[in-house]
């Protein structure tokens, strides 16, 4: 559904038709889609959107299962102007987003389909064995490719059950067990943390590790509970 605060048959037309063509090309499936404009049409209509809310549940973006998300965005631009020639939608400056997210243990299960998120999982876990410098864990384990079965959400803890398999296509088990926490709005602190696997491809005892975010990400609060894993905070969208 879509609204749209004292709405010209202009905007009505030409910008709600875009909007949506283009967040459907963000997305493979949507459920529950929301989408609230807020602005007079002498802005709109010159390519200045004041604020939008967009509510969604069960979104699908690229192989990955995002639950539920409520969005807000501000001071907005985009290229309205070729819009009404026919032009695909774009947004013109970075939009400062805050919102909300709440991924069930089932959501990021269903992801781990997704060879974005695979391969995230295990850059994370190569850069986290690269990390130890006294270790030459990694460089083992490049002849190892990992397969991600399972992640199951605890109470203050995640844990990550996968496979190393070898070029003989031999299996070792292998579970990432940690805590999450913010260790500042652009981090996530991985207290305490454990690897578990075969003793002479991982020899190192590990405590904790960081993860930069990037200064795009401001995370205001994260939290596990049993089953699911909630976080709101800012976001800035570059074109």
Known sequence: MMTTKNRSKIVSKILSPALQF???????????LEININGGDRQILGGYIPDVFLSSSRAVYQGLHLGQIQVQGENIRINLGQVIKG???RLLEPIPVKGKMLLKEADLNKSLTSPLFSTA???FF???LKSEARSDCAKILNNYRVSWQEIKINFDK?????TLIDENTKTIP???CSGLKLANPHTLWLHPLE???RSDLVDINFNEFQVDLGSEVELENLSLLPGELSCCGGLTVLP
Do not use: M
């Open 87 to 89: 032009k695909p939608l």
């Open 195 to 197: 690897i578990e696997t």
């Open 158 to 162: 995640l844990i990550l059950k996968g």
């Open 121 to 123: 999982l295990t850059d």
């Open 22 to 32: 283009w967040l459907r090309s963000q997305v493979e499936s949507a459920e529950e």
């Open 126 to 128: 190569f850069n986290l």
């Open 174 to 176: 292998l579970t990432i």
